[in-house]
């Protein structure tokens, strides 16, 4: 059940939504850019440091405000909103929960206030769903690690303040390591050019030669791709939210559009047709949230150490449910929105087939669906071999 808290938090997202976000979509979609400002005012609102504990300057929310506030930046901008959860998400997890003080207390207030945003520099060219591929090496020296390799689609990678670089530190070991980009070596890529989410700043990362001391390394030299993997339980179900977000927003405008459009001298929402379009979105957007709040439920119980991460009911299964059916329902509703909309539905006028793009973006990053299958089903006969 949402409280009434909640509920007022979700509101205050949802009115920055509607007056500071939605009425720019487009255009940063254009311009390929957004607006810095939008940065400033999210932090103001204390929206970039919403997992991080009071101590360290963040809101401390539960993980299902945190997901509700997601949804509604997502159905305000869905590139925004993918900066912000991956900043919130699987960068303020690994480091909360892997950081030593010292990388706490220096890296989560910068975080939280906005000063730095995060990035998650996981993928590589030839690595994307097996990152334990990856081949970006950590070599040891006396006074730290040098990191050498390639980064791929590294999102917020242009104007992060800190990355989260997964790098080799041995045959069978990868390790976390902090970087900041101004670091010597550290080089940004090319900007990627995306078919949705196209304000959002995914970059390439070159790693040349870059040095960094022993306190750039995150907990063991040797747990890097574990962190990894349950950082992406957080971000998941950000996704989650994010596609829940815009499933949402392509509903509101067809139904809009379905009231209003008139064809045999009647609304084409006096269609039948239109009518069953209208409830199968509804559905599968109803679903894919329930789904997304009791992912969101049960990571808040594993954060607190009420319940483990693994099994059919634990949240990495949960997570990786909760993003399949989300992105998958987003990008239906979006394909159908536009199937509302008709000729205009095609139309770069209109606001749906932005939104059809930005949703196909869900089913690809922080694990493609077909990996989210594959994680559902090892942790369901995983606990059914274990008997
Ligand atoms: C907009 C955007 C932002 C991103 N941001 C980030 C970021 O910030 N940080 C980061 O580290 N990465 C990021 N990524 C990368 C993203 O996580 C990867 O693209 C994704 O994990 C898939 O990897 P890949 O592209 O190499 O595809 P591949 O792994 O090559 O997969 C290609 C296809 O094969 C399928 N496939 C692969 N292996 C299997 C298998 N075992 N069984 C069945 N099917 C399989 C996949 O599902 C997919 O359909 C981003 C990507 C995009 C598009």
């Known amino acids: 059940m949402v409280t009434a808290e909640q509920l007022e938090i979700r509101d205050l997202a949802r009115s920055f939504a509607e007056g500071e976000m939605r009425p720019h979509a487009e255009a940063w979609d254009a311009a390929r850019a957004i607006d810095d400002g939008v940065f400033a005012k999210l932090a103001e609102l204390g929206f970039l440091g919403m997992l991080v504990p009071e101590a360290y300057g963040g809101l401390d929310f539960d993980v299902v405000t945190y997901l509700l506030v997601l949804e509604e930046l997502a159905w305000g901008d869905a590139a ?48 994307g769903s097996d990152p334990a591929g990856m081949v970006t090496a950590a070599e040891r020296r006396a006074d730290g690690w040098v990191l050498r390799g390639t980064k791929r689609w590294v999102t917020n990678g242009a104007r992060a303040g800190v990355v989260v670089v997964f790098a080799r530190t041995g045959p069978d070991a990868i390790g ?22 196209r304000a959002s700043e995914t970059v390439s990362v070159e790693l040349d030669d870059v040095a960094v001391g022993d306190e750039a390394l995150l907990g063991e030299p040797g747990e890097g791709l574990h962190y990894a993997l349950q950082a992406l ?12 977000g815009i499933a949402r927003s392509a509903f ?5 559009y379905a009231l209003e459009r008139r064809q045999f001298g009647r609304a084409l929402a006096d269609f039948g047709a239109t009518q ?12 894919a949230r329930s789904l997304t ?27 990786a449910g909760a993003k399949l059916a989300a992105s998958e329902a987003a990008t239906w509703v979006a394909d159908e929105a536009i199937q509302i909309f008709g000729g205009y539905g095609y139309m770069r006028d209109y606001p ?7 949703a196909k973006g869900t089913e ?18 995983r606990a059914a071999r274990s008997g």
């Open 80 to 127: 925004v909103t993918l900066a912000v959860a991956i900043h919130n998400g699987p960068v303020v997890d690994v480091l909360l929960n892997h950081g030593s003080e010292a990388q706490k207390s220096l890296w989560l207030p910068r975080l939280a206030s906005g000063e730095d945003l995060g990035a998650f520099a996981l993928s590589e060219p030839e690595a």
């Open 176 to 197: 976390a390591f902090l970087v900041e980009p101004g670091t010597p070596g550290y080089r940004e890529g090319r900007r990627e050019r995306t078919l949705g989410l």
């Open 276 to 287: 069953m379009k209208l409830a199968e979105m509804h559905r599968r957007i109803a679903g």
């Open 352 to 358: 749906v087939e932005r939104l059809l793009r930005d």
């Open 364 to 381: 690809i990053y922080e694990g493609t669906n077909e990996m989210m299958r594959h994680v559902i089903a090892r942790e369901v006969l």
């Open 293 to 319: 709040h009791e992912a969101g439920t049960v990571l808040q119980e594993t954060r607190t150490g009420a319940r483990p991460r693994t099994g059919p009911e634990g949240v990495t299964a949960l997570a």
């Open 252 to 256: 509101e405008h067809a139904t809009a």
């Open 233 to 244: 339980d957080t971000g998941r179900a950000g996704i989650a939210a994010q596609a829940v």
